[in-house]
């Protein structure tokens, strides 16, 4: 197979797995009543603590107008609250609720289980290589 033959099917697959791997998060994430952009966005809190909601949107790849959007539905479902930033009144953050966090602390672990078993047929070693595959496609510019 000629190179370029070889690098269409790479991505081919590539994309194929990609989207599968999406169509499995988010069902797992359906299940619990969020989207995957809710769900990202409060397990960014969950594990990073109070976060400015202007610098989320680059946190979690998604653009800056929805951040607001997305920051309105959790605190429609308690899972999140907004604060002032005692030091610069143009600062708001986004911070978890303890709904939140007991809601994380249940789901969490039943979501990262799923991942688990997404990566379940590959070794650690191959795990591994898989990153640093990915990431050589990732980060060339």
């Known amino acids: 197979m000629k190179r370029t033959e070889l690098s269409l099917k790479a991505l081919i697959v590539m994309m194929r797995s ?13 299940q619990y009543g969020l989207n995957p952009t809710e769900f990202s966005v409060l397990e960014l809190l969950y594990h990073k603590g109070d976060q400015p909601i202007q610098h989320i949107g680059k946190k979690i790849l998604l653009a800056s ?3 607001t959007y997305v920051v309105d539905k959790l605190e429609k479902k308690e899972y999140v609250v907004r604060k002032a930033c005692p030091t610069d009144r143009r600062v708001i953050f986004a911070s978890i609720t303890e709904k939140g966090r007991a809601f994380m602390e249940d789901v969490f672990p039943k979501h990262t289980e799923v991942i688990e078993d997404i990566f379940g047929d590959l070794s650690e070693e191959q795990v591994e290589e898989l990153i640093i595959l990915l ?3 990732g980060l060339k510019k």
């Not at 989207?19 to 359906?30: E, F, H, Y």
């Open 135 to 137: 990431k050589k496609i």
């Open 18 to 30: 990609s989207q599968t791997v999406q169509d499995k998060i988010k069902n797992d994430m359906n």
């Open 65 to 67: 107008s929805s951040i």
